[in-house]
């Protein structure tokens, strides 16, 4: 490799991306067109860096496969940072296999990392952490640390294990100073700041303040019954029971805790779980269904007894019942959730993240668009959904993926 290829490739690891490409802007052979994409990506011109990578790849052919895994990698980190989670996940793992085969320990790392990000991003947390089992970070330069860190503080932070995530932020932190590039100084911050921000709010007998995140961890270490509006369970300690596929059953447990210790009448329980103003004897014979499906689910828990006008939570060895809820509470709040990090989403990459059929995301976007929650550009395949500003809360448990003793 000449001279001018490794200045370059130097210069792009601090972070001196005008330095690099003004090394190799005129030269059109492999190493420089890899380097040229890398640099365009680091700028924020996406699509001119994926044409730079792919034709980088192309050039170096199957004869040069670790240079070629290089390209791959970078591609890879353009889909995750643009949300395109079409992207073949399982190119980037045969990429990693070959970087490892031929020793290039430290982009068989960073193509490690950009798979557990990805899986954290769709909420696949288990696999995540398998990725960076037995993984240490010490060898690693300044950037590729802080990468490390981030993604085990995000999967810490998403299992509200906050003393890991704090610990592991703290070390992003201190590598991101030592590395000395701004933008990665930023990640941390905007990370950082989801401890330091609400996460829901807690809403008990005459009651409501709003939680930051060690909080809500705190309050699901109690003996309460928890309601849990952020991710549709309801827990008591190590017990959970998951009503996320039964949204009435969900509303009616709702409905009885908001009310604890008092009873519910039957016709506000109607109005709540099937959204009927007037209880006709139909609407009845579907709540006593539904209660009694709910007691079935609950049984470990709570008990729901019947009353003169309606039905009463009677929570199991606890003395308390609360409800956790997002701290602003609106339809379709799950995907705002994943806008919220200020990234330009595709449709069915929000719908492959969700959880949802394509379809179904489509109409809520819609939805918020006329409202004016978000908006899109581009057209076609090529059209991407924002948000105008970002919320004043983190979305962390608006986002898939298991809570403790999940």
């Known amino acids: 490799m000449d001279s001018m290829i490794v200045a370059a490739a130097r210069l792009l690891a601090t972070g001196d991306l005008l330095g690099a490409l003004k090394r190799v802007a005129l030269r059109n052979d492999a190493p420089a067109l890899a380097l040229r994409g890398i640099a365009m990506a680091q700028l924020g011109d996406l699509v001119r860096a994926k044409i730079l990578l792919k034709a980088a790849a192309r050039s170096f052919g199957s004869r040069e ?11 890879a980190e353009i889909a995750l940072v ?30 490690r990392h950009l798979e557990a990000r990805r899986l954290l991003l769709v909420g696949h947390l288990d696999q995540a952490e398998q990725l960076l089992a037995g993984v240490d970070p010490t060898p690693f330069p300044p950037p590729l640390r802080t990468t490390h860190e981030l993604v085990v503080g995000g999967i810490a932070i998403r299992r509200l294990r906050t003393g890991a995530a704090r610990a592991a932020l ?33 809403i008990g007998r005459d009651k409501e303040q709003f939680l930051l995140l060690e909080e809500v961890e705190a309050v699901l270490t109690t003996d309460a019954l928890v309601v849990d509006a952020c991710r549709y369970v309801v827990r008591k300690g190590d017990m959970l029971v998951s009503l996320t596929t ?19 009448s039957r016709n506000a329980l109607v109005s709540r779980a099937f959204g009927a103003k007037e209880a006709d004897e139909s609407h009845r014979a579907r709540l006593r269904v539904e209660i009694g499906r709910l007691r079935g689910e609950l049984h470990r828990v709570a008990d729901i007894n019947a009353t003169r006008d309606g039905f009463v939570f009677v929570p199991r060895h606890s003395q308390d019942v609360l409800i956790l809820a997002p701290p602003v509470e609106e339809q379709h709040g799950e995907i705002l959730a994943f806008l919220a990090d ?25 939805t918020l668009s006329e409202k004016g929650k978000v908006q899109s550009f581009g057209r076609g395949p090529a059209r991407r959904w924002t948000i105008p500003s970002l919320p004043g809360f983190p979305s962390t448990l608006l986002l898939p993926g298991p809570l403790p003793n999940d």
């Open 82 to 111: 643009s949300r395109d989670l079409t992207w073949p996940a399982k190119t980037l793992t045969a990429a990693r296999e070959v970087l490892e085969a031929h020793g290039d320990r430290l982009n068989a790392a960073h193509a």
């Open 246 to 264: 039964r949204p009435v059953l969900f509303a009616l447990a709702r409905a009885l805790a908001e009310r604890w210790p008092g009873d519910v």
């Open 170 to 202: 703290q070390r992003a932190e201190n590598a991101a100073r030592e590395a000395g590039i701004p933008a990665l100084d930023a990640e941390v911050d905007s990370v950082s700041q989801v401890l330091k921000t609400p996460a829901a709010r807690l």
């Open 342 to 366: 200020g990234e330009a989403w595709s449709s069915s990459a929000l719908a492959i993240a969700i959880g949802a059929s394509p379809r179904t995301v489509q109409r809520a976007l819609d």
């Open 65 to 75: 496969p670790v240079p070629r895994a290089r390209c791959v990698v970078a591609e």
